[in-house]
């Protein structure tokens, strides 16, 4: 994987790379962070874990299950899936996700809710036939008591059944997919990340009133999420008065080079656009948009994952003024925030990302959950239960709640300009655009 596809420049020092590598914390185990690094085409042609006795083919070191057949529910060690992408377009935000979820583990010593937690790690790359074989392979395989991760909505709508069928907790910690706590929604899945409408709704009226009010051009990968984005932003643009122009969906994964599109852009006539990318088509598309010369003359706003601090330092001034609209930035100046970024840096010598908050947030879930049930989690129906009863959540995002009839977040969006701070490009958070709750299935 190299720097670029990784959406950012990670240079590591040794100090990083040997706490990642085993002296930093204990519950990712080095096999797993080896077996990571293979990608998901070499794993899901091995032989299960629990037959050979190795490393699993998912990513971490497995014991063999227990003579109950019950390894991960009722006994000391906590087996917790992490299904994310380390390979690809969305490799930075896996890799972030993985970060998060280890700091809150090493923040409380490898243990959440009294148990001690084994994390097996599964590669999903962002493809939905990937992330189903890695998540059967986690339920029925490697057993694990609960799942958490997934960054493309296609993965988590692949997997939507599977989980809700077999009854195991899965804590989505990024992808967006509105189904997946509307129409599809499930007892066993919860969201500590966002819905698709929340991220770009959040900012519809807001462009009417600050961008232009017509002909805003809307632009997104050609996948569940850039549907979705695009129908949101259009739902509260046009609430408010503005017309949205056709747009264009480009091929996700593959398209590198954005000039058909920026053409069309500059030929449409549009007086703003909106933009849904994220990861390494975040970085293409911003430096691209500025390379055509569209920067100063049509404004680019969109959901914050077009300017995060995983790709950022990659864009450089040509992200520099752009403003988004997330639930989240490194900047939002709150106690528990400003202790976690400080945390986090130290730990990892980078910004903290939105997909880093979600998934330290889904520890913080599962933690608030085992708590409740003593730590015991055979009897689902009760861990779901204590789930949706956690109450408010104490994140670096600020104070949020899960929604007990959807299972997706209730919390507030800001609006933040990309400004230099202390020699560094960073996400300012500028106005508070409320609090949004998604509607459901209606
Ligand atoms: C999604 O597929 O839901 C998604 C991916 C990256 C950033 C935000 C959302």
Redesign the pocket.
């Known amino acids: 994987m190299d720097d670029l596809e990784n959406g950012r420049n990670k240079g590591m020092s040794r100090r990083l790379f040997l706490k990642r590598a085993g002296l930093f914390g204990a519950a990712v185990s080095a096999p797993g962070l080896l077996a990571a690094c293979g990608g998901a085409e070499t794993a899901g042609e091995q032989a299960s874990p629990a037959a050979t006795g190795a490393a699993s083919p998912t990513g971490a070191a497995t014991a063999a299950p227990s003579p109950t057949g019950s390894p991960a529910a009722g006994g000391d060690t906590l087996r917790v899936g992490l299904m994310v992408p380390l390979s690809g377009t969305?490799a930075s935000?896996g890799e972030d996700m993985r970060n998060g979820f280890q700091m809150y583990l090493d923040e409380n010593g490898g243990m959440l809710g009294g148990r001690t937690v084994e994390v097996v790690e599964a590669e999903t790359e962002a493809n939905p036939e990937v992330g189903l074989r890695v998540a059967q392979r986690l339920i029925e395989e490697d057993r694990v008591a609960m799942v958490t991760g997934i960054?493309?909505?296609?993965v988590?709508l692949g997997v939507r059944d599977l989980f809700h069928e077999s009854q195991v907790p899965l804590i989505v910690s990024?992808?967006?997919?509105n189904d997946v706590t509307r129409a599809a929604m499930s007892p066993y899945i919860f969201r500590t990340s966002f819905s698709?409408w929340q991220s770009s709704y959040s900012i519809g009226e807001w462009a009417y009133e600050n961008v232009a009010d017509s002909d805003i051009f809307v632009i997104a990968p050609d996948?569940?999420?850039g549907a979705e984005d695009i129908a949101a932003f259009r739902e509260a643009y046009e609430a408010a008065g503005g017309t949205v122009l056709e747009g264009a969906l480009p091929p996700f994964g593959t398209t590198q080079d954005y000039q058909p599109f920026l053409s069309e852009i500059q030929n449409s006539g549009a007086r703003g656009t909106f933009a849904f990318f994220?990861?390494g088509e975040a970085i293409n598309f911003v430096q691209q948009y500025r390379d055509f010369g569209l920067k100063d003359a049509i404004p680019l706003i969109g959901p914050g994952?077009l300017t995060d601090e995983g790709v950022l330092e990659a864009q450089g001034d040509a992200a520099a003024g752009l403003r988004t609209s997330l639930h989240y930035t490194p900047l939002l100046d709150n106690e528990t925030n400003n202790t976690f970024r400080a945390a986090y840096e130290e730990a990892f010598g980078e910004s903290p990302t939105v997909y880093a908050v979600q998934s330290y947030d889904a520890a913080q879930l599962i933690a608030l959950t085992l708590d409740a049930v003593g730590g015991e989690t055979d009897d689902v129906d009760a861990v779901v239960e204590a789930m949706e009863n956690v109450g408010s959540i104490d994140s670096p995002r600020g104070s949020f709640e899960i929604d007990p009839e959807t299972h997706n977040p209730i919390q507030t969006f800001y609006l933040r300009e990309v400004q230099e701070v202390e020699g560094a490009l960073g996400n300012v958070p500028i106005e508070d655009l409320g609090v949004f709750t998604d509607p459901g299935a209606s």
């Open positions: 969305y935000l960054v493309s909505s296609a988590a990024n992808a967006g997919a698709n996948y569940a999420a994220a990861g994952f």
